[in-house]
């Protein structure tokens, strides 16, 4: 996942599944209402809805696609 917030608050983002060679599948809807994070790429009928921590160092949810609901956390890298 990549995530950034542009100068007025708006976010956008792309998905990368580095285990099928795939980069930069847009984001087409994003929230985030602290602690809560939910996004959506149409391209692939994916979403994610999930809590940030405390320390803002990872976020722990739920990746649903295609019927089924996966548990992911995603961490913060530099």
């Known amino acids: 996942m990549h995530i950034s917030a542009a100068q007025d608050g708006t976010l956008s983002g792309t ?13 087409t809807a994003i ?4 602690p809560t ?3 959506e790429s149409n391209q692939i009928q994916g979403s994610y809805d999930g809590t ?9 949810g739920s990746w649903k696609q295609g019927g089924a609901s996966l548990s992911l956390i995603l961490k913060r890298t530099p």
């Open 15 to 27: 998905v990368d599944y580095p285990d099928q060679d795939i980069s930069g599948i847009p984001i």
């Open 31 to 34: 929230t985030y209402k602290e």
């Open 37 to 39: 994070l939910h996004f």
């Open 52 to 60: 940030m921590n405390r320390a803002k160092s990872e976020i722990t």
